[in-house]
T-cell receptor
């Protein structure tokens, strides 16, 4: 049981380039989330999904797109990377059916945009 | 606005000391509050989750309390060890899909 995994672990992009971050979970969780973490700030929610084929915006969605074609995978896309998107990106998942359920986090992807 | 604040931003203590980390939140209509540990360059590890109807949770040397009316939570670490050195994050869940995080307290326990 791998839990939540993220690919890649590190990436450097040039301004204007595009990329996709992959999050995978093997816990059969319905809910999945993408956060970014910046120095001196807490994690902020970018987008989330409440099930296969569904996505919704979080607190800071601009410049990102997401897709949830399979229940176990949640993809985060940057169409035209900007230096302001330099951050550490975390994926999380949780069970459905209750407001008390914990979120389980992946190890993070460190992205630098030059 | 739903804000979560953690004070202090950094804390250094000698090994063996008991310590308290603080978390405050502006909106008391919470669903739950969760404390996480984050090691440098790593993801988040859940330590304790307190439901809105609970006052505290304990796990080993850790005890987390919740006072919704005052908008505060504390994480108490007993007999601190160098291995406890990490950043501790507080996160408040407000509705089904909205979790707000504090910026964290960076703890250093000196041998």
């Amino acid at each position: 049981n791998a839990g939540v995994t993220q690919t890649p672990k590190f990436r450097v992009l040039k301004t204007g380039q595009s990329m996709t971050l992959l999050c995978a979970q093997d816990m059969n969780h319905e809910y999945m989330y993408w956060y970014r973490q910046d120095p001196g700030m807490g994690l902020r929610l970018i987008h989330y999904s409440v099930g296969e084929g569904t996505t919704a915006k979080g607190e800071v969605p601009d410049g990102y797109n997401v897709s949830r074609l399979k229940k176990q995978n949640f993809l985060l896309g940057l169409e035209s990377a900007a230096p302001s998107q330099t951050s550490v990106y975390f994926c999380a998942s949780r069970e459905t059916g209750g407001k008390y359920y914990e979120q389980y986090f992946g190890p993070g992807t460190r992205l630098t945009v030059t | 606005k739903q804000e979560v604040t953690q004070i202090p931003a950094a804390l250094s203590v000698p090994e063996g000391e008991n310590l308290v980390l603080n978390c405050s939140f502006t909106d008391s209509a919470i669903y739950n509050l969760q404390w996480f540990r984050q090691d440098p360059g790593k993801g988040l590890t859940s330590l304790l989750l307190i439901q809105s109807s609970q006052r505290e949770q304990t796990s080993g040397r850790l005890n987390a309390s919740l006072d919704k009316s005052s908008g505060r939570s504390t994480l108490y670490i007993a007999a601190s060890q160098p291995g406890d050195s990490a950043t501790y994050l507080c996160a408040v869940k407000y509705n089904n899909n909205d979790m707000r995080f504090g910026a964290g307290t960076r703890l250093t326990v000196k041998p």
